[in-house]
């Protein structure tokens, strides 16, 4: 018996996600906050935990959660679903509205769980390639849009790994032209862009994706959706009931409630977000593609997976792995970090790239 006959057919090709352990180095390859977590606000989180809260079932509504995110957002907890990462989510909203005869459209370059999850639902991929300028191509788009078997399209804005942003009057449109589901990730909203969540009043096939991930929260999992009544009672349906625990809840909640001091760590890491991109163009052989995300996309005239190691081997670990995507053959990904090593980064790659 071989243990790889029995698992699924759509499985057998897919490789396991391949994780970056390097302990010691500078980590800009992940999009993670860079900034030293409050240690008042892990205080309070650690002050709030019960003893109950180890030993029962954590709220499987998140209702606390969702009172808090609610009042933010101005809607209804009613209209919002937390997941384990916005990456559940993703997996949730795939598995409660595609699989097998059905496709989901994802306009690429962009963020590669759409397609991962795309295939673990057995729904369809359907990538679609942007512009040159990593715009939408929105004739191409529709047209797969509008397919029968369609179910979701997913845009990210800011994108990630390209940084720029969709106009609400493309979302608008692209929304309009569907009767399948629109999932706007704002994972990156609150480093540019300007939300779309509005519009979930005119568009009942829109879904806003969000995460605490970007921001403040990367080690403890939430994410959140906000989306219309219809849609949130059917994903409910689908979704594990204790899938984010007690420690996580307590912990968004308490972000949530001290807003503020994560907002100026956002505006330390837009500033320095300016000061690296053109530090970067300036840097013989470097082209930047303007972001308004917390990582940025650059293009080297040398070989990227050759730049990527000579930076690991000086202890700086960023994203590369882009070149079997459309357009992305000479790029690298570097997140935004804190000002020293944004300069190690810098310098690093100057010695890299200039004899
Ligand atoms: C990082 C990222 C996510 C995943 O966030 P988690 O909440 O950590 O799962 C979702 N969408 C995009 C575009 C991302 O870059």
């Not at 030293?36 to 002050?47: A, H, K, N, T, W």
């Not at 994706?209 to 949130?232: D, H, I």
């Not at 593609?289 to 650059?298: D, G």
Request: with cysteine; glycine share 6%.
């Amino acid at each position: 018996m071989q243990i790889s006959d029995l698992v699924r057919a759509d499985i057998k090709n897919m490789e396991p996600y391949e994780p970056h352990l390097y302990s010691n180095v500078i980590r800009l390859d992940a999009n993670e906050n860079p900034h030293l977590f409050p240690p008042e606000v892990m205080e309070e989180i650690c002050s709030q935990l019960t003893q109950d809260d180890f030993t029962r079932y954590p709220n499987p509504l998140a209702q606390e959660l969702k009172a808090s995110l609610g009042k933010m957002n101005g809607v209804a907890p009613e209209n919002i679903l937390v997941g384990n990462g916005s990456d559940e989510l993703i997996l949730l909203i795939l598995q409660t509205f595609g699989g097998p005869g059905k496709r989901v459209v994802i306009p690429v370059p962009t963020f590669s769980m759409y397609k991962i999850h795309g295939l673990i639902s057995g729904t369809e991929p359907v990538e679609v390639p942007r512009n040159d300028d990593f715009s939408i191509n929105e004739e191409l788009l529709i047209k797969e849009m509008q397919h029968p078997d369609t179910r979701v399209t997913f845009i990210a804005t800011p994108n990630n790994p390209t940084g720029n942003i969709t106009p609400a009057e493309q979302i608008k449109r692209l929304a309009k032209a569907t009767n399948s589901l629109v999932v706007v990730d704002e994972a990156y909203i609150n480093f540019g862009g300007s939300t779309n969540l509005e519009l979930l009043k005119e568009f009942p096939n829109l879904i806003i994706l969000r995460t605490f991930s970007k921001v403040a929260l990367a080690g403890l999992r939430v994410g959140y959706l906000l989306a219309n009544r219809a849609v949130t009672t059917e994903l409910l349906k689908v979704k594990q009931p204790y899938n984010v625990n007690n420690f996580s809840q307590i912990a968004a909640l308490m972000v949530l409630k001290n807003w503020s001091k994560f907002k100026a760590q956002v505006e330390e890491i837009k500033a320095e977000r300016a000061r690296l991109e053109t530090e970067l163009n300036n840097i013989p052989g470097v082209s930047v593609f303007p972001s308004q995300a917390n990582f940025i996309l650059f293009k080297v005239q040398v070989s990227p997976d050759e730049v990527y190691k000579k930076l690991l081997e000086r202890g700086i670990l960023i994203r590369k792995g882009f070149g079997r995507t459309h357009g992305l053959e000479y790029c690298l990904r570097v997140t935004v970090g804190r000002q020293e090593e944004n300069d190690s980064f810098l310098e690093n790659l100057k010695k890299i790239l200039i004899p």
